[in-house]
């Protein structure tokens, strides 16, 4: 943790921070979580947090995301299958076809709790194709040729042919 200056003269605080978790709602609008230490929470303590109707202080960021080895990780390309993934994964008819056609991984995928909460049908079809497809993020469609071949083979085409 520091406070500097940047090369404009701006006061600045440098921490670290690890994303645990972001959420999207209606109410509450957008929201990242994260772990701080106690020493690079410091800074903050004496700014003013949101209460009630009161809002918060409001602070510019700049993140850097790292590898497991400390150096900055390389920004990672939306590509054409993965911006297709996520839009269908918002619509209910695409919802309704990983449900028929992988009726137990969507089960599985429904039923996961998240903070005692279960999951949304979004992030529940966005489970079920990263299982069909075998990649951990929807990044990889367009990253891994094997991962895009199932996807074309096993989601694009038959979901293809039935979306209104």
């Not at 700049?62 to 939306?78: G, I, K, Q």
């Not at 269908?88 to 008819?93: F, G, K, M, N, P």
């Amino acid at each position: 943790m520091a406070e500097v200056e940047t090369e404009s003269g701006i006061p600045a605080i440098e921490a670290e921070l690890m994303l645990l978790n972001w959420s999207v709602t209606a109410n509450g609008g957008a929201k990242l979580i994260f772990a701080i230490s106690e020493e690079d929470l410091e800074p903050f303590r004496s700014l003013t947090r949101k209460d009630g109707k009161h809002p918060g202080q409001r602070l510019q960021a700049v993140f850097v995301v790292l590898n497991a080895d400390e150096t900055p990780a390389p920004r990672r390309v939306v590509g054409p299958r993965c911006l297709l993934a996520g839009r269908w994964c918002r619509e209910e008819t695409f919802q309704e076809f990983l449900s028929a056609t992988w009726p137990t991984l969507w089960t599985d995928a429904i039923n996961t709790l998240d903070g005692g909460e279960y999951i949304r049908k979004d992030e529940a079809a966005a489970m079920v194709l990263r299982r069909v497809c075998e990649v951990n993020t929807r990044y990889e469609l367009d990253e891994k040729p094997e991962a895009g071949r199932l996807f074309d083979l096993y989601i694009r085409g038959p979901y293809s042919e039935i979306r209104p």
